[in-house]
């Protein structure tokens, strides 16, 4: 690689861009004058993940040995300093973000809020570099990038004790320093003057035509001035977008035999010039280029299933497009990548080289809710019998996003398997996104019990389980018996669930009945006053409330001066224990010392007993249940 004009080397993963380096490396040493706070922003594209990367390197004390750092420019060059926290924000919500942020400080924080005040309180500065925050979340249409920058990065930039650097797309730049004392804070535009840099187009555009990093030997790849003049030729038509400059390199190497390197014509100023270019040297129509491309730019996740991508494609474009697919190597190549997902790697996904790309492609679309529609619809079609045990995983975890975007949401989320068997991360995203009004009841359970879902990371039977529970509690029986149906070894099923405030204390009992076995009861301590609730001699303050302990129903008569107490011998004979924690309860299997029911809480337990016969009967502060636990082998957290 040629060296720029001030004789230093440049750096060999970035080529360029030593004015930002140079600011950046102010900012990591905490020289006089230098921000506190530096936002990386630029077009999609502009290499703002390539340069921090670069940047990053120089800061990793086990990685900057590898590079020349003394043939580098010495004003760009950090010196050795432990490494920064690196929370990627790719995928993750703004809570998300946060408790990672907690986990690698190791922070003891109970509430996300907690989190930022504890950082603030470190003795020493904390240096956090936050890439990617325009890819987060778990669904690309909900808006989490800008929930991040007020929810995490504001919280982040506004703590004195906080060294912040992130890479934030130029909309949301501005708010992100918004009200910060003068001399804060720096944005660094890369597609502005003061930040751009005329050589580094060109040296990125040399090193990828160079035989030595992997070009194939060609007269203009081989011939060292060929190649440099190309390398101009590209730099100049491509601005200050490295995307373009690495698509058009890619696009000529796929096929050589048509390109005139004195032809500038056929190079591009912009991505959507790659695209169109590429396809006619290539002899194919763009569109069909653009119609190959069109699942990808609207697919969800890491990426779209090959075989799932065969048949958008044709969903798309309305007609059959095996021929197209069949030969789509060289047309779609430089513009895609491939990666193996699955336990063992058993599954090809698909997804564009760049997010930039699937932006140019969505804007050529005709109605990208038609199109979200008609990608909803041929999912669907995949799912046997619309049993989501046995869908794809994209489907499962994914079709949520595209109906999101089709505004077919809500008429999906009827279906208590879909609740059970998808990602509850990417679910709860696309959920939180529909206005409330537009819920019904099923979604609204839903979306009461997602925290505890996605915090738990709870796996599809523990999640059948908390559903099964929060079903019975909003009164929606018939739910609740559908997830009895979807086939899983549920640890319980709730028998029963009153909503009742204050709470203090529940206790299993039996009431006598003549001639009949003793009734076995509920007894709910509650506030004097409670509706149906017997007041407790010698307690002005207190009541009880006297409910089946199997059925429900209230108890009117008898009294509580006749209910049996459970004692403690009849809890110490029986096979099972409740073990209580504030928000979660375990239920062991006495004899081979194994958890058979586990139950987690979005507020504390204000009260729990357990039967002999295992009723597990639970209070917090929005009522009270009762669940049959059914003994298992394993332990079930849900």
């Not at 001035?225 to 038509?237: F, H, P, T, Y």
């Not at 679309?365 to 669907?380: F, G, T």
């Not at 996003?401 to 999906?412: D, I, K, V």
């Amino acid at each position: 690689m040629t060296a720029p004009p001030n004789g230093y080397a440049p750096h060999p993963h970035i080529g360029g861009r030593a004015t930002v380096l140079r600011a950046l490396a102010a900012w990591r040493m905490e020289l006089s004058g230098a921000p506190r706070v530096v936002v990386l922003t630029g077009n999609p594209g502009s290499g703002r993940s390539h340069l921090l990367t670069g940047f990053l390197m120089l800061c990793d004390p086990d990685f900057r040995w590898r590079l020349p750092l003394a043939d580098l420019d010495p004003s760009t060059v950090p010196p050795e300093l432990p490494a920064p926290a690196v929370p990627s924000a790719a995928g993750l919500t703004a809570a998300q973000f946060g408790w990672l942020l907690a986990g690698h400080y190791g922070l003891q924080a109970s509430r996300l809020e907690d989190v930022y005040a504890e950082l603030g309180a470190f003795d020493q500065p904390v240096t956090v570099v936050v890439p990617d925050v325009d890819r987060a979340g778990p669904v690309r249409t909900t808006g989490e990038p800008a929930r991040l920058v007020q929810e995490a990065l504001r919280p982040l930039a506004t703590t004195e004790s906080v060294r912040l650097l992130a890479d934030v797309p130029r909309e949301l730049a501005a708010s992100l320093v918004e009200g910060l004392p003068p001399g804060t804070a720096q944005i660094i535009d890369l597609d502005d003057p003061q930040w751009a840099d005329p050589h580094g187009p060109v040296l990125q555009a040399e090193a990828l035509l160079s035989p030595e990093f992997g070009a194939p030997e060609l007269p203009f790849t081989t011939d060292p001035s060929a190649r440099r003049a190309l390398a101009e030729a590209i730099g100049r038509r491509a601005g200050t977008s490295p995307l373009t400059v690495q698509l058009a390199v890619q696009s000529i190497l796929t096929n050589p035999s048509g390109v005139v390197p004195t032809d500038e014509s056929q190079l591009p100023t912009s991505l959507g010039e790659v695209l169109d270019l590429h396809a006619r040297r290539l002899g194919a129509d763009p569109q069909t280029l653009r119609q190959l491309l069109a699942p990808l730019a609207l697919a969800e996740g890491d990426g779209l299933p090959a075989e799932l991508w065969v048949r958008l494609v044709s969903t798309l474009a309305g007609t059959d497009m095996t021929a197209a697919i069949a030969s789509s190597g060289a047309l779609a190549g430089p513009f895609v990548q491939s990666l193996r997902a699955g336990a063992s790697g058993e599954r090809t996904l698909l997804q564009l080289l760049h997010p930039a790309i699937a932006d140019e492609i969505r804007s050529g679309l005709p109605n990208v809710r038609a199109a979200q529609s008609q990608i909803a619809m041929a999912l669907l079609e995949t799912v046997p019998g619309q049993d989501w045990s046995k869908a794809d995983p994209y489907v499962r975890d994914h079709i949520a996003g595209h109906t999101l975007e089709a505004g077919l949401l809500p008429q999906l989320l009827t279906d208590p398997g879909l609740f059970v068997y998808a990602d509850p991360a990417p679910l709860r995203a696309a959920v939180e996104a529909v206005p409330e009004q537009a819920l019904g009841a099923p979604a609204l359970t839903y979306l009461r019990i997602a925290p505890l879902l996605t915090r738990a990371q709870a796996p599809a039977l523990a999640r059948a389980a908390l559903l099964e529970s929060a079903f019975v509690e909003d009164q929606l029986p018939d739910f609740a018996a559908a997830v009895h149906r979807l086939g899983l070894d549920l640890p319980w099923q709730t028998l029963w669930s009153v909503r009742l405030r204050d709470i203090s204390e529940v206790t299993i009992g039996t009431l006598p009945r003549p001639a009949e076995n003793p009734v076995p009861i509920a007894a709910l301590s509650v506030p004097t006053g409670t509706p149906g609730a017997f007041p407790v001699a010698g307690n002005s303050d207190s009541a009880l409330l006297m409910h089946s302990l199997v059925q429900p129903a209230l108890f009117n008569e008898p009294g509580p001066e006749q209910l049996l107490r459970l004692s403690e011998q009849d809890r110490a004979a029986a096979p099972l224990a409740l073990r209580r924690g504030t928000d979660q309860l375990r239920v062991w299997d006495r004899s081979r010392q194994t958890v058979v029911a586990s139950l987690i809480s979005d507020s504390p337990f204000t009260g729990a007993d357990l039967s002999p016969d295992g009723i597990l009967l639970v209070a917090t502060e929005r009522g009270a249940k009762a669940l049959r636990i059914r003994p298992r082998a394993a332990e079930t957290t849900s």
